[in-house]
């Protein structure tokens, strides 16, 4: 490819829009273009690293018996209604009429359209396992979307689905699918941490969630560096024991005035308390039923684990007017005592004596309020999110935290969707039975983006030879010099013969222009064709990760460039 012909216009500029680090360069870099909130366009060079990213994952999946489909994007309502997701999907479906007033959405997953097409054709434990998968685009309307390919509305997946005839079969469709995203994810440069998960709106038990860790990630992630335990912070358990507190040395309940005090904090230091002497209660609407949960100063609810243990499809925090009659006081002051709704409390306020707790009445907190004498509790469970620092539930470790990119999702689905679908097969005694599932995504971009984010400096991307998409730059110092002119040009035929992407920057500018825009878009190799070395009868490769200069003769450099494409490491 002539530079002077690749679409490739980079800009000068950060663009406004974009607020991290790989957002920006694959805009400044001419990789892509944002046609609307949360979609892209993907110029020659972007689509050159997705294909690449592509390719990977298809000979992986191939690896583990996985088998090319293409589903169409645009799916019937009715599959939707038979898994009963139609209604639980909610404003994060693409939803469409056609002209008949017939109901559809854009396809956010495609476990119902993949279930009706087997149920149709699946009939006999003979034809299982079989797992198929497809790369294509999956569109949500996420509530925000930003940070470019990280959260798109339109995006491209691979979706894998695996049918199995009993657990032990799944057991292996998901473990093998585990391992090829870790093969997936290390061929594309990138060290991912498998960690434990929730399944959200997909349904199942057992996940795991592909993590990168970076500060630009919109998961937390909390880990155990003895024992290995990896949890995304939705998921983590906690490990506060579900015994009684000590029944003694309990203080008279007492009331006292906090006014203008609208923080734990603010009122921590006003009672000289610790936060951990605190009760928080916070009114949730569970299907619209309002209820109370609890959970000590020091803590955050874990919405999730609320969720589950309520069994309910939506849960919101109450909005003011429910607080005001739920609590007769407004926002910042509920609390359990005297409260007539049911309880739901997080197994450390079980602990909590003399608590400090809101009074239910404005501008005012009641001290030691105790369980079973002040307040009596519905259900204890273990409701609050987990935190660096607390004990690992797994051994006497402790957890650490950090930030991370889930860049892929395994889930067992079990027979979730055959169930509702009646995707049944005949087991080797005759007995008809629901196929057992298993799901397995892959967000292309969203990896594109997570390479950028650990593979970037101050003068643009670098890309892992793997994804990147050209692997060479020659920069002739100026296209005028014929001889330079022509050294460029038959290096260039020399390493597009074989079978090394190269782009030849044969542009009338600057050299200083030239080798900026290489950096930008990150070509692994580049190879400065200038009037000096060539006098030498040598050429100057630079490594874009190092920046390491060496100096070869002529004859020497396709073999170099060959060992550095073909070695696929630049350290
Ligand atoms: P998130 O929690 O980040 O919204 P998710 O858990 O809903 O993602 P899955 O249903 O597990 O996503 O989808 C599989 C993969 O698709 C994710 O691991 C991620 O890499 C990718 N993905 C999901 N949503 C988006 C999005 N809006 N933009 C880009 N990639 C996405
Ligand atoms: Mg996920």
Known sequence: ?????????????????????????????????????????????????????????????????????????????????????WGDYGAEMFRLQDRNGRQFCLGPTHEELITALVRSEVRSYRQLPLRLYQIQNKYRDEIRPRFGL?????????DMYSFDKDEEGLDAS????????????????LEVHPVEADSGAIGGDVTHEFMVLAEAGEDFVLFCPDCGYAANVERAEGVDQPGEAPQDDLQPLEEVATPKISTINQLCAFLNREPKDCIKTLIYLADGKPVAALVRGDHNLNEIKLRKLLKCQVLELADAETIG????????????????????????????????????????????ANLGRDFVVTTFADLREAQPGDPCP???????????????????????????????????????TPLIMGCYGIGVGRTVAAVIEKNHDDDGIVW????????????????????????????????????????????????????????????????????????????????????????????????????????????
């Open 150 to 158: 990280m959260r798109g509305r339109e995006f491209i997946m691979k």
């Open 325 to 368: 009659r739920v609590t007769g006081a407004p926002v910042g002051f509920a609390g359990p005592v005297g409260l007539q709704v049911p309880l739901y409390a997080d197994f450390a306020v079980r602990q909590t004596v003399n608590a400090v707790v809101g009074a239910n009445k404005q501008d005012y907190h009641l001290l030691n």
């Open 394 to 432: 797994r051994c006497s470790g402790i957890l650490e935290g950090a930030r991370g990119i889930e860049v892929g999702q395994v889930f067992k689905l079990g027979t979730k969707y055959s169930k509702a679908m009646g995707a049944t097969f005949l087991k080797e005694d005759g007995v008809e």
């Open 174 to 189: 998901y473990w093998a699918a585990y391992h090829a995203y870790e093969r997936i994810f290390k061929r594309c440069g």
């Open 464 to 571: 892992p030879i793997s994804i990147a998409p050209y692997h060479v730059v020659i920069v002739p110092v100026s296209m005028k010099d014929p001889v330079q002119a022509e050294a460029a040009q038959k290096l260039y035929n020399e390493l597009v013969a074989a079978g090394i992407e190269t782009v030849l920057d044969d542009r009338d500018e600057r050299p200083g222009v030239k080798f900026k825009d290489a950096d930008l878009i990150g070509f692994p190799i580049r190879v400065t064709v200038g009037p000096k070395s060539l006098e030498k009868g040598e050429l100057e490769i630079v490594i874009r990760r190092t920046k390491e200069v060496r100096s070869l003769p002529v004859d020497q450099v396709l073999a170099a460039i060959r060992e550095i494409v073909e070695g696929g490491d630049l350290g």
């Open 1 to 85: 490819m002539l530079m002077s012909q690749l679409y490739a216009p980079t800009l000068r500029e950060t663009p406004a829009e974009a607020e991290l680090v790989s957002h920006q360069l694959m805009l400044r870099a001419g990789f892509m273009r944002r046609s609307a909130s949360g979609m892209y366009t993907f110029l020659p060079l972007g689509l050159r690293v997705i294909r690449k990213v592509e390719q990977i994952i298809r000979e992986e999946m191939n690896a583990i018996m996985g088998q090319e489909v293409l589903m169409p994007i645009v799916q019937p309502a009715e599959l939707w209604q038979e898994s009963g997701r």
